[in-house]
């Protein structure tokens, strides 16, 4: 499994971005996908997650309205759009896959065990 998350950057607060993630390693599409983020001294936090179909999103409560995940199967890609960005916002951002094949978004927070690099994303205020 190779996860690579990229499109990360400098933004100012208020601004958007969108993190993209290819996994090249496996069939893509059994595979429920996430992101998660990551500041220095504190533990790597769920941010989103997405179904194998697509058929279900979970969102983390301090990201909701703000983040959108989604994913195109036929291209190998996961994706988090990021609109009105906070300074608190900032952080490495992972891409991550379950462990387990056909999971729902909420089931694949419980199997995550595949990790990307990270990429950094600094919004400044």
């Known amino acids: 499994v190779q996860l690579q998350a990229f499109g990360g950057g400098l933004v100012q607060a208020g601004g958007s971005l969108r993190l993209s993630c290819v996994d090249s390693g496996r069939t893509f599409s059994n595979y429920a996908k996430g992101w998660f983020r990551q500041t220095p001294g504190k533990e790597r936090e769920f941010v989103a997650a997405?179904?194998?179909?697509?058929?279900?999103?979970h969102i983390a409560g301090s990201v909701k309205g703000r983040f959108t995940i989604s994913r195109d199967n036929d291209k190998n890609m996961v994706y988090l759009q990021m609109n009105s960005l906070k300074s608190e916002d900032t952080a490495v951002y992972f891409c991550a896959a379950a462990t387990k094949p056909y999971l729902s978004a909420q089931s694949m927070v419980r199997f995550v065990g595949t990790w990307g690099q990270g990429t950094l994303v600094t919004v400044s205020s």
């Open positions: 997405i179904g194998w179909r697509s058929q279900s999103t």
